[in-house]
């Protein structure tokens, strides 16, 4: 994740979220769209306590009390595990001034600023009480930029593909002699969801025959996911390989929304 007083720095870059401030001398968040590639996580920061994802305690902005009392109001109020964002030297405080109002650990998210190398603050790591994410630097990329790791659940439990049909069908083959031999599924795959999604062990062409539209043809590639749309009215596919390759291609294939 990137965040900084100018925008524009991220411009071009690849990320996996972007945070920005609603309020302050630097209100960036309502710009960070501009500078972000499509479906970048977006988080809102306040300085004052204001309505936003995250606090930021530290010099200058709110208090460690009041920041405290922000945490459990949003916590109260229903939102899911707001973030606290403070000096790694500042945490264990921080955590006490919310324990003392009810609010534990679980129940918020930490981003801990602390320059040195990237990671993810913790007693095993640095020293430091255990953070969900930590600011490493403030000039990635040799700009005006801070970046920080984030927890893989950072943003909530990352989502799982689910298999077509239970363990019925996560792995198959094409051999080198099955050019033209079916792999038929019928529309029980489809589940009510919209794609399959494919993951191959190496490069193949194949075309996916559904009854009663269009054929498709499509690319396989190395660990790189290539999904395609399950047809309205489809009620039957048949996969075929097309290229002439005498290799034989395993591939996963799931049913995603």
């Known amino acids: 994740m990137y965040d900084t007083i100018y925008p524009g720095e991220m411009a071009g870059l690849t990320m996996d979220a972007a945070a920005g401030y609603v309020d302050g001398a630097w209100a960036t968040f309502a710009t960070l769209e501009r500078y972000v590639p ?63 109002r009810g609010i534990t650990r679980e129940q918020i998210r930490v981003w801990a600023a602390h320059y040195t190398v990237a990671h993810i603050c913790g007693p095993l790591v640095c020293g430091y009480p255990q953070a969900d994410g930590t600011q490493w630097t403030s000039n990635a990329h040799g700009l005006t930029l801070d970046q ?24 198959l083959q094409f051999n080198p002699d099955g050019v033209t031999a079916p792999v ?24 996916l025959d559904w009854a009663n539209v269009p054929n498709v043809d499509i690319g396989l590639g190395y660990n790189l996911p290539v999904s395609a749309a399950i047809p309205a009215g489809a009620n039957c596919l048949t996969i075929r390989r097309q290229d002439d390759s005498q290799a034989i291609v395993s591939y996963a294939m799931y049913v995603v929304p």
């Open 38 to 100: 499509v479906g970048t996580i977006l988080l809102s920061i306040t300085v004052f306590g204001g309505d936003a994802e995250c606090v930021d305690q530290e010099p200058g902005n709110i208090l460690p009390g009041p920041a405290a009392d922000w945490l459990a109001a949003r916590v109260q109020a229903g939102h899911w595990r707001p973030v606290l964002y403070t000096s790694a030297g500042n945490v264990q405080n921080m955590l006490d001034l919310c324990a003392a």
């Open 184 to 207: 038929a599924i019928s529309n029980a795959y489809n589940g009510g969801r919209g794609r399959i999604r494919f993951y191959a062990n190496q490069a193949a062409a194949i075309r």
């Open 148 to 171: 920080s790791e984030l927890a893989d659940d950072f943003f909530g439990a990352p989502e799982a593909a689910p298999v077509a049909e239970d363990d019925d069908m996560p792995y």
